[in-house]
């Protein structure tokens, strides 16, 4: 193997529109899918599964938002080939406009009352083409930071998308709020149509943002020296498996708690222990402002101090912070509710979460780190983002036991502090025999 060019540092205007763009973009990618997510959990079992049972509804309605986590590796794999064969930029624009033609569409869909049970169809088609897109653009925006920042900083600039979820998720809720407040009959006659419509403006803006900026240094450096691979998903298994099976099991923890937190206690406080829906969406937007500044901390102090302490103290706290938040949520108390949303989802899930992209990215050679790391995060997010709603709501239903669920995610945590460990690891070995003498001129900090 041929060794990286060293890369010359990127001019800060630069850096700083790439940042931008980045952010932006994940920002309204996770808007689009918080939003599905809070209709899912709200509004949509009356809109698109009204004949069935409640549970029966719910669990369906659930299996529709899991459609998307499922599309989300297919996506990887297709935009992470052409990210790494034509370039980072190219697919962050496509992905994009996807993104925000099937959120639009969403919008437009007519119900069960309209068009009987082709309304399901045509929302789980819709939700299939939303994780394809969302599968090509979490990577391409973390590469697009990752290798435009100096190599002792890039925790810090890979954490800058990694706000977009918080972003865009405080964006999904605020619009979910607002159209709560209106009557019920309103809201699901076309209140509930509004988020999804005003996706349109987001994308724009978006697509503005992203079309100034210039391919990414390290990319350009790769396709220079010829290091393409000509299938860069089969390198990647060939090659890297061991790297891609660790960035699932590390996120595998994370991405359960975070959509369990968003849409199943959202529902279940509503429905069971009486807490308005505005309210624990209110709750969950004053963690979503926290986890902000949090999470770019949490990518700073790893370029400062290393990752492997973050690694154990944020995942044990994050196992921690599920019981509290179930424990806060069975209480029906809504201030102890907002106290454990803005403790627990908002400062302790974020200890380990915003060091994970840059970690996920340097377990990876540029020629496939597109689609190795991709590919990795959406798997993780098939089982533990997926399906973790449906496994929640059949745990209540078959044991009666509320706190079933907080334990089942507590077990994923344990699975993907191990991973992230073992992926801290391997990431430090790869890039000191891929270059010995640059390993050797970084901060300690920066190889931890």
Known sequence: MSLPTQKTPAPRNALRRVAAASLAGNAIEYYDFSIYGLAAALVFPQLFFPQSDPFVATLATFGTLAVGYISRPLGAIVFGHFGDKVGRKPMLVITLLLMGFATLAIGVLPTFDQVGMWAAVMLTCLRFLQGIAFGGEWGGAIL??????????????????????????????????????????????WGWRLPFLFSFVLVIVGMFIRLKIAESPEFQATKAEGRQVKVPIAAVLKNNLRAVLLVAGGFLGFGAFSVIVMTYLVGYSQSVMGIPASTMLSFTMVAFAIQIPMILLSGHLSDRHGRRTLIIVGSLAAAASIFLMFAAVA????????????????????????????LFADAFPAEVRFTGMSLGYQLANVVGSGFTPMIAVWLVHTTGNFHSVPMFVAATLVVSLVCLLRL????????????????????LAATH
Do not use: H
């Open 144 to 189: 697009m930071a990752f290798e435009y920042a100096p190599e002792n900083r890039r925790g810090l600039f890979a954490a800058i998308p990694q706000v977009g979820p918080a972003t865009g998720a405080l964006l999904g809720n605020a619009a979910f709020l607002l159209v709560t407040l209106l009557p019920k009959e309103d809201l699901l006659a």
């Open 331 to 358: 209480s029906a108390q809504p201030w102890l509710v907002g106290l454990a949303y803005a403790l627990g989802f908002g400062w302790l899930y974020t200890i380990c979460y915003g060091l994970q992209p840059a």
């Open 424 to 443: 801290a690891a391997l990431a430090q070995a790869r890039k000191a025999a891929e270059s010995p003498a640059q390993q050797e001129s970084l901060p």
